[in-house]
């Protein structure tokens, strides 16, 4: 390598650095080789470089992030380099080959050892935990594994409480959440790829699939819109959300994600996609439907009339949290002969006084309960579920002394509220959140009707929206009927023997019982 070339690099930054020497062959001089890994490196203080000699014979260097590695394993290794065996005390000093081949076969006491010949490979190696060490006059050096980072304990998700299944839940460490997922499925048949995101920060993303059963287009097309992101940096598995998905201007997730282990092994068995991201708890799952997003693997570990039950109760609570608040105002202001007239007038009666429209008083106490749960969430959790029941208790009973809700106002809010927190999905109920406010404007200004129409209109939306090329009302809009059997209620588990064929590869699908 030229002293030009060294000469003129300091004026470029360190990823340009990185890429200027990433197809360069690796020094033979140590000396050579240091100056490249200083230059783009920098003074970083938590990089080692340790010289030593290998048997006593050969000048060496060892190369490490300390704040990467396991340092016992490190020193052990160094000591194996260091001490010379037995059977070379009485040998001449060995040639360039032989030497690699002694240290890779005999002094090495690791599985995960391979030669780096490349410069770009070196650095990002060094930069991803690896230990490194290069030989005076080798030309090579040697990537063994001894990283180790500090993660957390694997413990039941806080976002997805269960009261009966599996208390597992995915961690920030990549390599812990594909453990989880393969040792649910000890079957070849289970896929990974792997993928780096992220200009800066080299994001590590992993592709799970089933092979046979997942369409080979859709893991294509996932693959692809992965690849496809630019970004300096991906953090969170929702960087990944923000771009693969196909309606980005939609309130309604096109992505599901979740924190359980189960729930993904579940959704790779029917024919879907999880991808997972290095640093982030929360795995993605493709395509999406929308019936997915009031489902819970609980209702696979009960028996079928509970959980058919229970997953009736959750759209009935979610219809109900989207159009309540909304039907309210119409009816009190448009259309109160809809109601019965001693329901009527004890209504009236509690509206006396209250000097806002109602619509205005709804939207008030709407925007309230927002704050409210917003500043609980932020609270440290010692004190934030003691203020979200003492704040609504004195809100409510506050706004109705001070003649600024009703009574029946704070009842319907409140409603609303719990039927919003029976929605498993979080972006789901977060999205039906959104909704209520227009709703309620609407209705506001043209009562019965205006529900109807902006009903109309989400409907229209949910029919045209997909999640990768999958109708987002599937299996209801079009029809399949044996999705039915796991849609609004969920069919015994012997019934449910078959994939429904709106989700399995064209390959595989079933020819009985049609679509229309």
């Known amino acids: 390598m030229s002293n030009d070339k060294l000469q003129t690099s300091p004026n470029l930054n360190p990823e340009q650095l990185l890429a200027r020497y990433a197809g360069e062959s690796c020094p033979a001089s140590l000396s050579q080789l240091l100056e490249i890994v200083r230059l783009i490196m920098g003074s970083s203080d938590d990089l080692v470089i340790r010289t030593f000699y290998i048997y006593g014979r050969y000048e060496a260097v060892m190369l490490y992030i300390n704040s990467l590695v396991n340092q ?53 190696m060094l930069l991803n935990g690896k230990t490194i060490v290069a030989v005076e006059g080798l030309g090579e050096a040697f990537k063994f594994g001894a990283r180790k980072i500090e993660q957390r304990a694997i413990e039941q998700p806080q976002t997805e409480q269960v009261v009966q299944g599996a208390r597992e839940g995915f961690i920030e460490q990549l390599h812990t959440n594909l453990s989880l997922l393969r040792y649910r499925l000890p079957t070849p048949s289970f896929r990974i790829l792997i993928c780096e995101v992220g200009e800066y920060t080299k994001t590590s993303v992993a592709i799970c699939y089933m092979e046979g059963i997942a369409d080979p287009k859709l893991v294509s097309e996932a ?13 969170d598995a929702g960087y990944i959300e923000q771009f693969i998905e196909d309606h980005h201007y939609s309130p309604f997730p096109q992505v599901m994600n979740t924190e359980k282990p189960d729930k993904a092994v579940a959704n790779l068995l029917e024919g879907r996609i999880v991808i997972l991201t290095d640093g982030s708890p929360f795995a993605l799952i493709i395509p999406a439907v929308f019936g997915q997003f009031f489902q819970t693997t609980e209702d696979y570990a009960t028996r079928f009339l509970q959980g058919s039950f229970v997953r009736m109760a959750r759209v009935i609570a979610l219809v109900f949290s989207l159009v309540f608040p909304s039907l309210y105002v119409a009816i009190i202001s448009f259309n109160p002969e809809l109601i019965p007239t001693e329901f009527a007038v004890a209504v009236a009666g509690g509206r006396a006084g209250v000097p806002f429209p109602s619509f205005v008083e709804v939207l008030i106490m709407e925007i309230s309960m927002e704050v409210l749960r ?8 010692q004190v934030g579920g003691a203020l979200s029941i003492v704040g609504v208790l004195v809100v409510g009973q506050s706004a109705v002394a001070a003649g600024f809700a009703s009574p029946i106002t704070v009842v319907v809010i409140a409603l609303t509220t719990i039927g919003s927190f029976a929605t498993p999905a979080y972006n789901a109920a977060f999205a039906l959140r959104m909704l209520r406010f227009p709703l309620i404007l609407i209705a506001g200004m043209l009562g019965v009707y205006g529900v109807v129409i902006g009903l109309i209109l989400i409907a229209n939306h949910l029919l ?7 109708p987002y009302l599937s299996p209801a809009v079009p029809v399949h009927f044996r999705g039915w059997r796991d849609f609004l209620i969920r069919a015994p588990l012997w019934i449910l023997k078959k994939k429904p064929s709106y989700r399995q590869s064209r390959r595989y699908e079933d020819k009985e019982e049609g679509t229309a």
Request: glycine share 6%.
């Open 72 to 124: 016992q394993i490190t020193d052990q290794q160094l000591q194996s380099f260091m001490t010379l065996p037995e059977w070379l005390s009485g040998t001449d000093k060995l040639g360039p080959e032989a030497l690699k081949q002694t240290l890779l076969n005999k002094t090495v006491h690791l599985s995960e050892i391979t030669v780096v010949s490349r410069m770009g490979d070196l650095i990002n």
């Open 223 to 235: 693959e692809n819109r992965i690849r496809a992101i630019r970004l300096d940096g991906v953090l």
């Open 374 to 381: 917003e500043a609980s969430i932020r609270l440290p959790q």
């Open 464 to 470: 045209t929206i997909k999640s990768f090329g999958m």
